[in-house]
């Protein structure tokens, strides 16, 4: 419903009470006290927010100045990150549109009872595909009223769920792409642009890849338990967050396997016709010499050419030429190199 | 026997009791109570369940609402995963026809004294080789019968045992594929389109891979006894199927060496191939174009040329251009570029 | 502002004391005293020292004899050495100029209460980009106020930070220089120096990751606390520099990825060029060739050739030969050959 | 000296009693017996033995029925199988004969007191080398009366220890043929089978190393002592097979590199020669065609050309030709495109 | 000083006391009294030796069967191997002589107050650089004397110091070669024996890599102290040889890199040249079949041919050739064809 909402630069604090449905808006100048009340969970949301107003927001929160300037710089690798009394993870949402990988990093920083997510502008100005904070509202409070828990854990799973889905949209257009170029290789009317199509895609993956692969190690880090403030149930479902991101690993390693063997498979498809290119050549160069070879001899001009004075001469000359060039065709025909 | 009998959208409850041969059948809603008596194991399975049907079941057996939605959604990594109560093992049955790998997922979710076997769906709709239960059933009543053993355990052992044995002859088909692509490539008459089946039996064998790979670890997990519910007896088989495991990716391993050295081949092949065709081109473009200029010569329209009015001036003219090409052949066999 | 100091053969020692901002010089002669009151930081900093000097102040610091002969003779890897009392951090620094990679080894020994860093010539004799120590001593000034700190783990890692922001430079470079080449990879009008760029940048890239990547397990080492010497704040900061070599590494593998990428497509587009070449070559030289071929029949010197006195015959011939030439012309553009 | 005692098929046991040089036949149907007597070792061996005569080994030396099976078969991986009672080694035996790699599979099961011995047929039926027993006698029975130790520790010790002396002599001759191959390559007379060679080279190396490379983890295991009734003499005895191994592993990796680099450069001379061969066609092609287009010249019908009519006009012509051979000979000799 | 006295076959003995400086003679047959007074370490060093003279040695020293004939057949790999009551370290010292590498294996067996050197002949029989002992025995007495240590672990110390400064001669002599290829590689005239070269270069690199890369693991072992006879003070001289050895192979690593990268320029240069050959020969193609397609037309015998009898229609014909020949010479040069 509240698609328009978080669209634009916006800081937003809300808190959810225990066992109550919905949840209250909080003043983001108050949320040191909001902060307090453990029976609450603070969300704090900002996008695009001016360096006054993120500093605000982290002295409130009591977020370490190292972290607080990773937040203001942006441009993090995937990890998670420790500090005394709270954690960051920084993920990149990722998507495909039109062999162009769209990356948008997301901050998140928790501590027990409250979370902050930091949503950093995308890596190319004019993103058609922005990160929507809706499903991640949505898939929190169902999972909350289910599971009747209200811990920073369900928060942090909606977050990086949302963003593993989104995973695998873009290894779907992927998988599209990779059955396009294979389409293109194996055709007969092949285009030149093969090698750019395949280092555009190419260059997706590594980029995709060095989003996704280190995910792996901050979930294993969170199932270990190392972030102490998250609740049991939350684990578990992390837990499923964690096989996705697995089986997203794989398929990208499937892929770039299968995108390596079709530009072998490319190279050796060129040879290939280049082969065939050349015995066309050759067979057509010696039938068209063969036949000129001919006409060369009775152009010659000794005096005593018999032949010359024939009546039949020139159409047995003709004839030979047809002959020639009707026997070489067959004969390379039959060795398939026309 | 009965071969037709699990064919089909089919639920099935069958219910062992401890030293007596055979089974009972269970009506489908009364799993519950046959959970119970623990001196009997109880044994489901279903292919094609409506989403209710599967629901029902899944209540029954007290199966984790996560574990049910990975049931429902089908699409699962080869896996073990540990509930509270049960165990999920997700493996996938192959077949190769015709190069194009069938997979067939199969979720076995298991507890202390019950087994839910759940076929999902083959990834292609028209699939040949479906997977059937008869050879788990008979692989099954036997082991129970000479060990003496009732747990499900032993059903673990009969479904991946079966499914195992599969990939064996999975690879037997890859090996025979490779054994006919290596007889193209290195054949005189060789067609063209050796980089699609190359790279279909690529394809064909990093999916292979993909389904088999995991179950080394899935395996080792059940025989670090992860899975407590699973007798000593069991453990030992499984230890059997391990080993089998292992064999099968060695195999595959050796497989794709070998096709990566195929390709590599080819692509020798078809260079060397194109230098024949390129010293074959040269030579007869040599003889060719020398007799031709030898009619060119004594095509010129010179005033004194006295071979012109040489009585054999013509015969020798042809006699020279025979000589040339005798000689050009000569010298380019012998350097064997004809 | 004191940029033109520390240029050129130099020894300074300064002697930080704790509250006190700023720093005092200590006479060069007079270090072993300095070492110890242990409420200030020696920091004795050199740059072509000349042997007698080098041996002067690892005498009065007590440096392990093995350790001085590494100072002297230059070349080490890059590495983290425990000694008894103290320890030797070699790191290198780099710099690309016009694709050539600079480094200059940078040595740092240090102990409790006082740190020597000796600053070895750069491995290229006109370097354009030496290291300045400007930089190091504005950042451990900084950070020794805010923090209030004095211990030379606040040195050691303003040398690293500094050092790693330069990595951060030469990656950047090294992307810059991706792209031209990408750009004349796939331009229509590539140049033929492809290799020997693609070859520098490589070997740039090599020398740059033996640089980089073993202070991953120097950082590791010195957070892992095997320099007990070093604060708890100092170890805090240094894990920031630890989170930017490990964004340095991946980077350097995503473009050593994508350099490979671009020399495998570009060996395919020099093959479809090649195969361009080709096919062009048929058509034009069957073009030709046929036309050659119809003025060759009617040079043939036949007495009974009627077309000869035809009054029409030459346009008649010039005209098949335009009609061949059309012919084929259109052809071959129909198939793309031309 | 017993040459042909051991070929055929066969079923033998024998005794070897402490301090008791030689050793007794013993009836194979009183095996059980036997074993009991624990100052005396029990070797029993077979080659070609019925599955009944299998059947009565296994069941008087009560080997588990996994393993009896597995003996039945045949077609392990190399591997060691811990039993409760016993331990199964497989490995298999190679030989390399005119490129044709063979190898058979020789299963040892050892117990406290006994070895059973089976030699499975080799995997292919004609098998010119097959393994003999003698020289594993003969190894035993020297290094008994040397270590006066009678334990199955050394039995196992002198199988491991022929069959890995024999992994060198493949290992040697994959040498000579690398040596061929490498020459062929280099030759300037070339033959064009260079890819199937190397292929069948890669393939033997590759089912090499797949016999080989497992045998180090058996060695390492029965290392750590997982076999605890081998004695210590044998331990040491096992670690020089261990370093053997460690050996020919080494050295499949190397001739494995060199094949690779072998196959590389392959493709370079290749590339290098058809580089020739083009420049060569062009050469004689400019030099031909240059002659013809004179010839031409002087071949069309103007009236008024006044070459024609000139005395010396036709050997200025034939010179004009020679002219333009020797020079743009020299020029191509000149470039190295002659 | 004694540069003579150790080449050719020699057993020479020598006992250093602690504290006196030299050593003293010790007959070769008094060996086993010379190692019982602990404060003298006795030096055995031999080459060339008779398996008799090997035998007395060792009989002598009370060195283990099973290392006693390593002694003997050499061929060892590069490794440390632990006895009872000595240790041996097998190390191959290498040089680097026009592109041929030449190893020779030195075996160090040393035990508690004795080290025996066997310095195994080259791999190559007319070795131009053997191994001489002056610099160890140089490197020995003096560091004896500087550390005032006696033990076995200095002279450890001092051949492998010895040999891994070898080692970076070889390396630079690599690095050398490298350049060379390059220039070839990259130069305009190049010549068709770089395959050859490249080959040549990675063998040794290959042969190289394998003789230095276990030391690694020897040193490990000797630095973790398996060695327990090792003082204290030789244990940080040998961390120093670590760190070299580490450098060396980083060194190995990053020259076969840049091979590959070589290799594979190398390949792309081979391919934009042939690109080039084949467009020149289009291009000249094209220029004298048009031009020759002029001279047929005029060669036509057509009664009614205008031109012929035209008095400008010799030079128009030869002006058309020119003009021909300058438009299309223009028209390929302008896009690079020529």
New interface residues.
């Given amino acids: 419903m509240q698609t328009g909402l978080y669209a634009g630069p916006v800081i937003r604090a809300w808190s959810y009470r225990d066992g109550v449905a919905g949840h209250e808006d909080v003043p983001t100048d108050r949320l040191a006290d909001a902060i307090e009340p453990k029976e609450a969970l603070l969300w704090v949301d900002c996008v695009d927010a001016t360096p006054a107003e993120l500093d605000l927001l982290t002295t409130q929160l009591q977020i370490s100045h ?1 972290a607080a300037e990773d937040l203001h710089q942006g441009g993090q ?1 995937t ?1 998670l ?1 420790h500090y005394r009394e709270h954690f960051h993870v920084a993920v990149h949402d990722c998507t495909l549109v039109a062999d162009s990988l769209f990356t948008r990093e997301i901050d998140i920083v928790f501590g027990n009872g409250w979370l902050l997510s930091v949503r950093q502008p995308s890596d190319n100005p004019d993103d058609p595909t922005p990160f929507g904070l809706d499903s991640v509202v949505r898939r929190f409070e169902v999972e909350r009223t289910t599971e009747q828990a209200e811990d920073e854990g369900f928060l942090v799973w909606a977050f990086l769920d949302v963003i593993v889905d989104r995973y695998f949209d873009v290894a779907d257009r992927f998988d599209d792409r990779l059955d396009d170029v ?1 389409e293109i ?2 055709s007969t ?1 092949k285009g ?1 642009d ?3 199509e ?2 555009d895609l ?2 997706g993956m ?2 995709f890849r ?1 989003a996704v692969a280190p995910l792996r190690e901050v979930l294993a880090a969170l199932l270990r338990r190392e972030a102490e403030c998250l609740g049991e149930a939350a684990i ?2 992390l837990q ?1 967050v964690y ?1 996705h991101v ?2 997203v690993t ?1 398929w990208i390693e ?1 892929q770039r ?2 995108l390596t ?22 067979s ?3 039938i ?6 001919i ?11 018999p ?5 039949f ?2 159409p047995a ?2 004839g030979s ?1 047809l002959l020639l060039t009707i026997v070489l065709y067959t004969w390379f025909k039959r060795r ?1 190199w026309l």
Avoid: C
Wanted: charge should be negative; hydrophobic fraction near 45%; avoid cysteine.
């Fill in positions: 190292i690798r990890k990150e294979e290789v194996f009317t030149d093969i090698p750019k395949v280092f190419r260059r590594v980029h060095r578990v479902h499923d096989d697995l089986r794989d499937t396997d299968l063997g079709l530009l072998e498979a490319d190279l050796a498809v060129v040879s290939n016709r280049m082969n065939q290119v050349m015995k066309r050549m050759t057509w160069g010696a068209l010499l063969g036949s000129t070879l006409a060369g001899i009775y152009g010659m001009n000794f005096e005593s050419m032949e010359l004075s024939w009546a001469g020139y000359a003709i030429m398939d």
